[in-house]
C-alpha cells in the first residue's frame, strides 16, 4: 500500500472550476462571467498597451540579465508602489514609517503578511467580512491563525452594507484581532463603505485595539481614479494607526500571472523598521527565497516615470469606465423586461464584480440552459459582458429568475 492512498481528495476550488467548465463548452454563445479578469468588448483578455510598450523596451534592452533580485525584491518598485498606495505627500511616508516589500502578487502579500502578524507579532485572531474573496481564509488558516471568524458585511434584503451588523461584530472582537478589509471594490459585493462610513469603521478599531489589514487588490478599478480608491487605507494611515496594506498589480496592469504585488506596512516608529525587515527576510526565504523580477521591472518604470504614469492612468480609466458601461446597460435591460425584483445595485455596485442576488439553482439554470458561468453565489465579472452578448445574458438572469 501506499501512503499517497490516505490522501483525502480535497474542494475543488470553485472559480477555476466554473471557468474550466466555461474552457471545456463547445457552445457558441458561451459567456465567462466567474473569473476576476478583465476582458475586453470583443471578449478577449487585453495587455495594456503601455505594458507592451515597456516589454518592448525591456527586450531591447541588452543590459538587463536574470540575476536574482534581492529576498525582499525590487526596491524601487515597492517603494513607487507604496506611494501610490498612501499617496507620495502622506505624512507616514515623509515621516519615513513606512516600507515595503515585493510579493508574490496579492495572495503572495496576504500570505506573507499573515505569517509576520502570526509568527512574530503573535496574533492568531482575524476577522473578514461575510462575504468575502474566497481566499482569505485559506490564507490565513495556512499561516497558522487558529481563530478566523467573519464579521457582518453583506445584506441581502437590501441589496447592500449592514453597516449596524459590521461595526456591531468589530465592537465585539477580541482586543489585538487583524481585521481584514478590503481597500475598495469589495470582492464579491461591489459595496464599500462611504467615507462617513469607514471613519465610523476607524473609531471602533481604534477604541477595540484592532489591527487594519488592507487587502487593496483593485485600486483604480473602482472609480477609475487612483487616489479615491486609496482613500480609506490614506485616511487609516492619517489616523495612526499602524497596519499593513497588500497591493495587487494583477487587475489594474493585468499581470496577472507575472504575480507582481506588494506588501506594505505603516508603523509608529520608524526604530521598528529595520528589524522587521530582518524578520519578513527570514519568512521569504524560508517560503519562496526571492521574488520574480518580469512584473516589478514593468510597474516600477510605469510607476517611476511621469508620462508612462498617465498613460497607464488612461488605460485604467477604460477598463473601469467600460465596466460602468456594461453596469448600465445590464440594468437597463433587465429594467425594461420587467424582471422581478429591483436592479439598481447593478449600477451601486462598484469595481469589476456585481453581487447579483441569483441564487445557486438560478446561477445552475443559467450555465445549464444559456451557457453563461457565474459563480454560485451569484457573483457575476462584470468584464465578461461585452455589447455582443448583454442581450443574451439579460434575458438568461430574466428567465432565472422569472
Ligand atoms: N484580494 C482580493 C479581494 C482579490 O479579489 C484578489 C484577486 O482576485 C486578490 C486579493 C489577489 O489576487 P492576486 O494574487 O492575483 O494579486
Known amino acids: 500500500s501506499s501512503r499517497f492512498c490516505e490522501v483525502q481528495q480535497a474542494p475543488p476550488i470553485e472559480v477555476f472550476a466554473v471557468s474550466k467548465a466555461f474552457t471545456d463548452s463547445t457552445h457558441e454563445k458561451k459567456v465567462n ?18 505594458v507592451r510598450k515597456v516589454e518592448q523596451e525591456l527586450a531591447a534592452d541588452n543590459t538587463l540579465n536574470h540575476e536574482y533580485l534581492p529576498i525582499l525584491g525590487l526596491e524601487a ?3 513607487a508602489a507604496a506611494k501610490m498606495l498612501l499617496g507620495a505627500t502622506h505624512p507616514a511616508i515623509t515621516g519615513g514609517r513606512v516600507t515595503a516589500v515585493q510579493t508574490l502578487s496579492g495572495t503572495g502579500g496576504l500570505r506573507v503578511a499573515a505569517e509576520f502578524l502570526g509568527r512574530v507579532l503573535k496574533y492568531n485572531t482575524a476577522y473578514h467580512s461575510a462575504p468575502t474573496w474566497g481566499n482569505h481564509n485559506l490564507i490565513f ?7 478566523i471568524a467573519p464579521y457582518r458585511y453583506w445584506d441581502g434584503g437590501k441589496r447592500g452594507l449592514n453597516f449596524d451588523g459590521m461595526i456591531e461584530d468589530l465592537s465585539n472582537a477580541p482586543e489585538n484581532s487583524v481585521i481584514i478589509l478590503h481597500a475598495c471594490a ?21 477604541k477595540r485595539k484592532l489591527f487594519p489589514l488592507f487587502d487593496s487588490a ?14 480609506a487605507v490614506r485616511y487609516f494611515a492619517e489616523r495612526g494607526f499602524e497596519m499593513m496594506g497588500t497591493q495587487s498589480f494583477s487587475k489594474n496592469f493585468g499581470l496577472y500571472n507575472e504575480r507582481i504585488g ?29 521574488p520574480p523580477c518580469h512584473g516589478a521591472r514593468i510597474v516600477s518604470r510605469v510607476l517611476n516615470d511621469p508620462a508612462l504614469f498617465e ?7 477604460t477598463m473601469s469606465g467600460r465596466i460602468i458601461e456594461m453596469r448600465k446597460g445590464l440594468r437597463e435591460r433587465l429594467e425594461k423586461l420587467g424582471t422581478p425584483g429591483t436592479w439598481d445595485h447593478i449600477t451601486a455596485q462598484i469595481g469589476m464584480f456585481s ?5 445557486a439553482a438560478q446561477a445552475k439554470h443559467i450555465a445549464d440552459k444559456y451557457h453563461i458561468f457565474l459563480l454560485s453565489s451569484g457573483r457575476i465579472n462584470m468584464c465578461g459582458i461585452t455589447t455582443g452578448n448583454i442581450d443574451h445574458v439579460a434575458e438568461a438572469i430574466n428567465d432565472a429568475v422569472c
Open 33 to 50: 462571467l466567474s473569473v476576476g479578469a478583465y476582458r475586453t468588448d470583443e471578449g478577449k483578455p487585453w495587455v495594456l498597451p503601455v
Open 77 to 79: 518598485f515597492s517603494t
Open 141 to 147: 488558516k495556512q499561516a497558522g491563525f487558529t481563530n
Open 186 to 206: 469589495h470582492n464579491p459585493t461591489g459595496v464599500d463603505p462611504t467615507q462617513e462610513q469607514w471613519k465610523k469603521i476607524a473609531d471602533v478599531m481604534e
Open 218 to 231: 483593485y485600486q483604480g478599478f473602482a472609480s477609475g481614479d487612483l487616489d479615491n480608491d486609496a482613500w
Open 262 to 290: 506588494n506588501l506594505m506596512v505603516v508603523v509608529k516608529d520608524t526604530a521598528c523598521i529595520v528589524p522587521m525587515k530582518s524578520q519578513l527576510t527570514l519568512l521569504v526565504r524560508g517560503s519562496y527565497s526571492n
Open 311 to 317: 498613460e497607464w492612468k488612461g488605460c485604467i480609466r
Open 355 to 359: 453581487f447579483t442576488g441569483l441564487t
